[in-house]
């Protein structure tokens, strides 16, 4: 990643990388580490084949072995497993035995995470004498924020059983890798920037072939059985016929659900263009296309421009709003930064946010849009109950979800429940503690600023303003904190850049 190197009394700069040990070494770096991300991913997803304890076994012991020896290498596999693993899973759904099975082996990937994050705590707990003082403030705030998830996980448990476990696994996944990254790179140096811009190459190259051949990208990897899987559940509850009814659009086949109006919103709707959404190796096209956002951004302030434009270009015809708004404000954001510094920068990139969250919610009603819409139920039901309903209650997961009357949302201006957005729905399952967590991404993100305003570092800037622009997403969509690929990198970013602040000393007291 990012080392900072001394120059000077007090003064402190960024280098993107190492010193370059030869571009054949560096490459063999690469391939070996890749290779050891991709074994740790198919290898439970193929023992799950022969037994599902057999997989989870794999899962423990390979995260185990790599956290403990080779933890850098554990952080790739960690990104690696968010972007493949559901390819790897695509390719065995012969060997699948139905829903239930299907579900588990997509959950492998955090059952990854929390082993490494196991290991690397407890080292972390181990040397506790002898560890980085700095880290104190940003591991006191993260573990708060791991108790009070828990707290309410519990109580939400008992009311809601499986979907309290998934939304557990989707709030408490960006904490995880924050902490991961933050305590290793706090640690060591890790030169990581070579592995992550591959691996995201290797994800763009997928969604260019599927962009360029459909059919041929599906029949490959097996995406027929894996929707017909992933799918299963809007078929049985009569989704598609309810779609149908209310928009006139019938699916007669597969490829038919995956085609919107253009970046899905009624205020281009009159252009009467359509487009069919990339799903990359992920599965999943919100997902990818948070992903290729933050491909875009890690490329462009490291200088590698025509990586960053093909990412772009991809990101640009996922059609999803929030990836692409996100880049277009923290840009912009950047441009202050460097012409008028971090302060500057930070005050007025949250102005345009808070303008950016009103003019969306007004928008929002006025076009009846159900991210906003379950937005406002959510500021309907908090006064009646703050203290919250506990994890695993509304949302898009709800068994209630397809019950929802959208034109009675409409009309009425909210939905039974908090649906489509990621701080609505905390909001109504962890109450006033929702405030918290949002607060906490919010001061990651000021502290990440402050050592661009130390280092002057354009990607520690971009990081820095791309993650407060997510915690505004969160606002309108559930993917901006829920999805792995999204909320978790940029809060991971921010762990290794505030990791490799405090191992080098930088002083951030001004901060």
């Not at 990104?79 to 065995?92: A, I």
């Not at 309290?164 to 990254?181: E, G, H, K, M, S």
């Not at 360029?212 to 017909?228: C, M, P, S, V």
């Not at 990139?349 to 929002?364: D, E």
């Amino acid at each position: 990643m990012a080392e900072i190197v001394s120059t000077g009394a007090g003064a402190a700069r960024y280098r993107a990388d190492g010193p370059s040990s030869g571009f054949a070494a560096e490459l063999a770096h690469v391939a070996i580490g890749l290779s050891i991300a991709a074994v740790m991913i198919f290898a439970p997803v193929a023992a799950h084949g022969v037994h599902p304890g057999l997989g989870i076994l794999t899962t423990l012991f390979l995260a185990g072995i790599c956290a403990w020896r080779l933890p850098q290498i554990a952080v790739v596999a960690i990104v690696f497993s968010f972007l493949f693993q559901n390819l790897f899973v695509s390719l065995m759904t012969g060997f699948i035995q139905g829903e239930d099975d299907f579900d588990i082996i997509r959950a492998y990937n955090f059952l990854l995470l929390c082993t490494v994050w196991l290991v690397i705590a407890a080292l972390y707990l181990a040397r506790w004498n002898r560890r980085p003082r700095g880290l104190d403030p940003y591991v006191r705030a993260s573990f708060a924020v791991l108790v009070a998830i828990g707290l309410y996980f519990l109580v939400g448990f008992v009311f809601n059983g499986m979907t309290a476990v998934i939304y557990l696994r989707n709030i408490v996944t960006p904490v995880l890798f924050f902490q991961i990254c933050l305590v290793l790179f706090a640690s060591q140096p890790v030169k990581l920037t070579s592995m992550l811009t591959s691996a995201g190459v290797l994800a763009m190259l997928c969604g260019y072939f599927e962009f360029l051949n459909r059919d041929t990208w599906l029949y490959w990897t097996n995406g027929y059985a894996y929707w017909e899987l992933a799918s299963g559940p809007n078929w049985a509850t009569l989704a598609y016929d309810k779609m149908a009814a209310e928009t006139g659009v019938v699916a007669s086949r597969l490829t038919d659900t995956f085609t919107i109006d253009f970046f899905n919103s009624p205020l281009v709707s009159g252009l009467g263009i359509e487009m069919m959404r990339i799903f990359g190796p992920n599965m999943h096209a919100i997902s990818f296309a948070y992903a290729l956002s933050f491909f875009t951004m890690f490329t462009l302030y490291r200088g590698r421009f025509l990586l960053a434009a093909l990412f772009f270009v991809l990101a640009f015809l996922c059609n999803a709003k929030g990836p692409l708004i996100l880049m277009l404000l923290a840009m912009a954001s950047w441009a202050v930064f460097r012409l008028f510094g971090a302060r500057l920068a930070f005050a007025l990139h949250a102005l345009a946010l808070a303008g950016y969250a009103v003019i969306g919610v007004v928008l929002g009603l006025r076009m009846g849009d159900y991210h906003v819409l379950g937005l406002m139920s959510a500021l309907h039901e908090f006064p009646l109950n703050p203290i919250g309903h506990g994890i695993g209650s509304g949302g898009n997961l709800s068994p209630s979800f397809e019950l929802i009357d959208w034109p009675t949302a409409q009309a009425t201006g909210r939905t039974l429940f908090p649906v489509e957005s990621s701080i609505g729905v905390l909001m109504y399952q962890m109450g006033i503690a929702a405030f918290g967590i949002v607060a906490f991404y919010c001061w990651t993100a000021w502290r990440v600023m402050t050592i661009a305003r130390e280092t002057g570092n354009s990607l520690h800037a971009a990081a820095a303003l791309s993650l407060l622009v997510m915690v505004t997403n969160g606002l309108f969509q559930e993917e901006a904190f829920f999805s792995p690929l999204a909320l978790a990198l940029y809060l991971g970013i921010a762990g290794m850049i505030l990791g490799a602040a405090v191992r080098t000393g930088l002083d951030l007291s001004r901060g």
